[in-house]
């Protein structure tokens, strides 16, 4: 007998029950779909993940972490400024290196008009904004000169903007940074993505934040390797000119975000395979439902069987007539799920503002194993059905 | 064309072992028209079964057209119900989703034959039993007479040498009994071995040759038809 008959034979007897079909394929239609969301999801979000931490690509953040026989001799070492301007300049001379953020952060009140509220306070170099991918939603960013003569201008992130001004036009206006008068040029873009925290952040040329902290130390340096082939050369070079200069074993230390993309890539995997497996569960429950309305109906046909038998199919017909049933209910409860899964998984990534990725591996591998289900779950039952004693059957009201 | 040497069969009910039919022998020729009768309980319907291919003897051998059947694995006893032997049942068992054209061509799919020539050997099929008019109806549909055609045309569309028909009147009333029994004649005429399972008399009478079965045993006597008044 032909595949073509069997597939006919399947679909006419999973008609007869609309209901019941519906009902059995659900349970398939979720698990299926519980296991796409997840994956879609959890791949989605490991590419945002990535693409945040790589950020606008090769850049190794430096740090500054002094070793205990340090400490020891020195406890007040950690207190101490973690960078200097001449550490600058030894970076900038490496040549795998392109430019080299440098920028401090102070915590203070920000005032205008009376309205008071606590900002980070960042002095930034040049390379700064474009390194952190800022963009300016309103007025304009620094110039260069700016940067060189630590001219009394700033700008604001979106969430001080709303704290200091609600409505008002805050380009061209002076801020207090304690008692330091500072102008307002622009506003930035509001963060995107996972790690948009809307903080309340103002930014000055690194220049300017000398002269209103007093303070001239760096706190963060962030390198931008030349090109992505160069990263971790230009990392190690970074760390031995550091530790060389200040004669230190191994304080000065350099994080390649590729490499921390792909340990967080690691964890995320981990994640989506714990996750997934558990919506695998209602995968199987599913299956055991197809099971069980497979059984029922293998008893409500008993006599169905008999004749079949009495007209010549053999046994391994009436198998194979099952598990096709079986299986087409669960192909498309799966084919189903998949749809299901997808449009859940985009309406998710619309909101968290990620890609969603579906390949075609998932697809494909979702209908391989919604088919296997149907071959796994549906063996017990198209198995008593081919084990019926016709004559019984025949009998069977 | 039928013939059994020394049929016996046991069932086993708990400890106990029950023989319901004791060494049966029995012929039927190419082209006959039998009937078997006998009480419930005579063994008839196991007898019925063993001819049929659906089960088997547990002694004894069956040569059905020249070749020992008792031994046949479930997988060749198909092949032979499929091909060799066609049933008509008193409770007609067409399938109820089927249509009786579909039902017709039920037997063609499971001896692969293809959708067209099974298509226009089942409508022969129903034509030649009256229904043309009929093929697409559900059997629901369809009154009692024309599902037990429906049912005969099922069974005449793979050309068996063999028909068995297990009380086919037992749920049609006297004047479509009649007719149903004519149309197993004329199949009988064209040359098809019949053999009806049957307690009616009126029925037994259109067969040429009557055996009667009682308490698993054939009654020995070749007069049966006379004794029924013909």
């Known amino acids: 007998m032909r595949l073509i008959e069997n597939i006919k034979m399947a679909l006419s007897s999973l008609f007869a029950h609309k209901l019941r079909s519906f009902l059995t394929m659900l349970g398939i239609v979720i698990g299926v779909g519980a296991v796409i969301i997840v994956v879609a999801i959890g791949q989605g979000g490991e590419a945002a993940l990535k693409s945040k931490i790589v950020g606008s690509g090769n850049t190794i953040e430096v740090f500054y972490s002094p070793s205990e026989e340090e400490l020891r001799a020195n406890p007040n070492i950690i207190y101490q400024p973690a960078f200097t301007e001449e550490d600058i300049r030894i970076l900038e001379s490496i040549p795998e290196i392109k430019s080299v953020v440098a920028s401090s952060s102070t915590y203070g009140s920000v005032s205008y008009q009376g309205r008071e509220t606590d900002s980070t306070i960042f002095g930034i170099n040049e390379s700064f904004l474009e390194i952190y991918d800022m963009k300016i939603a309103s007025g304009k960013s620094f110039s260069a000169g700016d940067f060189i003569s630590g001219n009394r201008v700033c700008l604001i992130s979106q969430s001080l903007k709303d704290e200091l001004f609600e409505n008002e036009d805050p380009i061209g206006k002076v801020v207090r940074i304690g008692t330091q008068p500072v102008q307002i040029v622009g506003v930035l873009e509001k963060p995107s993505g996972i790690f948009a925290l809307g903080t309340k952040d103002i930014y000055v040329p690194f220049q300017t934040w000398k002269m209103i902290t007093g303070k001239s130390d760096i706190t963060q340096i962030t390198l931008q390797a030349a090109s992505p082939d160069v990263i971790q050369i230009a990392g190690e070079k970074a760390a031995y000119q550091l530790n060389a200069f200040h004669n230190t074993e191994d304080s000065y230390q350099v994080l390649n975000y590729e490499s921390l993309a792909e340990v967080i890539g690691q964890i995320t995997r981990i994640m989506t395979v714990t996750i997934g497996s558990i919506a695998g569960v209602s995968l199987f429950v599913g299956g055991i439902g197809v099971m069980n309305i497979m059984l029922v109906s293998v008893t409500e046909r008993t006599r169905e069987i008999g004749i079949r038998m009495a007209l010549g199919a053999t046994r391994m017909q009436i198998l194979t007539q099952f598990l096709i049933e079986a299986v087409i209910l669960t192909l498309i409860g799966g084919i189903v799920g998949i749809f299901f899964g997808w449009g859940v998984a985009e309406i998710f990534a619309l909101i968290l503002g990620w890609p969603s990725l579906i390949s075609w591996q998932v697809i494909l591998i979702g209908i391989l194993f919604s088919m296997a289900i149907g071959i796994i779950f549906g063996l017990l039952p198209a198995n008593k059905a081919s084990k019926l004693d016709p004559i019984e059957s025949l009998r069977y009201e | ?230």
């Open chain 2, 1 to 230: 064309m039928i013939s059994l040497r020394g049929i016996t069969k046991t069932y086993e009910v708990g400890k106990e072992k029950v023989e319901v039919l004791k060494n049966i022998d029995l012929s039927v020729k190419a082209g006959e028209f039998v009937a078997i009768m006998g009480p419930s309980g005579s063994g008839k319907s196991t007898l019925m079964n063993i001819i049929g291919c659906l089960d088997r003897p547990t002694k004894g051998k069956y040569f059905l057209d020249g070749v020992d059947v008792s031994g046949l694995k479930d997988v060749e006893l198909a092949r032979v119900r499929n091909s060799s032997i066609g049933f008509v049942f008193q409770q007609f068992h067409l399938l109820p989703r089927l249509t009786a054209l579909k039902n017709v061509e039920l037997p063609m799919i499971y001896s692969g034959i293809g959708k067209k020539e099974r298509r226009e050997r089942a409508e022969e099929a129903l034509r030649k039993m009256g229904l043309a008019d009929r093929m697409d109806y559900l059997p629901n549909a369809l009154s009692g007479g024309q599902r037990q055609r429906v049912a005969i045309a099922r069974a005449i569309v793979n050309k068996p040498k063999l028909i068995l028909a297990d009380e086919p009147t037992g749920a049609l009333d006297t004047k479509t009994s009649r007719s149903i029994m004519e149309l197993f004649a004329r199949l009988n005429e064209e040359g098809t071995t019949i053999v009806v399972v049957t307690h009616e008399p009126e029925v037994a009478k259109y067969a040429e040759r009557i055996i009667m079965l009682r308490d698993g045993e054939i009654v020995p006597g070749e007069d049966y038809k006379r004794g029924l008044g013909q």
